[in-house]
């Protein structure tokens, strides 16, 4: 190889790094919500601190704690245009839910857009309808192709919210998706008021909440980041 030609690859590795390092600065950095021991960012709805009678930190884990009086959590930071990602474990029968773009809540146990956590397997052969299966948005819009893993074994979970634009998806699968402004959307949520309103939801954002239904379950790898508001959105 002549000292030229090797002069020429070696500018080019200079400029695909560079490159690299420039499109790496750009992407959005994911911010931990969980370090696995202490749970700082979040608290119990309507509470300021975090329910230890609840919810327990075990093995790098927040767990629900079974059998007692529900408490939801809520994230003690608000998203607008955010993704959100988490694994989560089910033990047999139980179910959960995770809540997003949800105002302070004005009751103990609120209600909102709400992607489903749940054991599809019930006693006596009851059916799951398809609009609260896992990865659903409950009681609305129902998932397509849901590859869920079997109730013990962990699943991840990520939400999508670019202004008006959802999704919803489930072990690297997206599932579903939609828009706030669906009438499908819109229409019952508003119903449940709460100040569940689609325009302040998009302009303001909102809170997390992580579902206890008095089921096990168990969340790892709790982590979030804040995205850029699209082009298209922009005024």
């Not at 609840?54 to 608000?78: C, F, H, N, Y």
């Not at 029968?93 to 019930?122: C, F, T």
């Not at 804040?226 to 959105?233: D, G, M, Q, R």
Request: hydrophobic share 40%; glycine share 6%; net charge neutral.
């Amino acid at each position: 190889m002549n000292g030229c030609y090797a002069k020429q690859i070696g500018w080019l590795a200079v400029w695909v790094m560079t490159t690299l390092s420039i499109v790496a600065a750009d992407e959005p950095e994911w911010k931990p919500l969980f370090d696995g021991k202490f749970p700082i960012h979040w608290r119990g709805v309507r509470m300021p601190h975090f329910p230890a009678q609840k919810w327990t930190i075990q093995a790098g884990m927040i767990k629900t704690v079974p059998g007692v009086e529900p408490v939801d959590l809520v994230s003690r930071e608000r998203f607008t245009n955010f993704e959100f990602a988490v694994e989560w474990r089910l033990a047999p029968g139980a179910s959960s839910g995770i809540l997003y773009l949800l105002p302070e809540p004005a009751k103990h146990r609120p209600e909102g857009l709400e992607y489903v956590i749940q054991d599809a397997n019930r006693p006596k052969g009851e059916a799951v309808p398809p609009e609260k299966q896992t990865a659903a948005l409950r009681g609305w819009l129902a998932p397509t192709n849901v590859p869920a893993k079997p109730v013990g074994e962990w699943n991840e979970t990520r939400i999508l919210v670019l202004t008006n634009h959802v999704e919803h998806w489930l072990n690297n699968q997206k599932v579903l998706e939609f828009e706030l402004n669906d009438p499908k959307v819109k229409e019952p949520l508003e119903k449940l008021g709460n100040s569940l309103n689609v325009e302040k939801m998009i302009l303001r954002g909102g809170y997390l909440v992580l579902r206890h239904t008095g089921t096990e379950v168990c969340f790892r790898n709790l982590q979030a980041r804040h995205l850029p508001i699209p082009e298209s959105a922009k005024p």
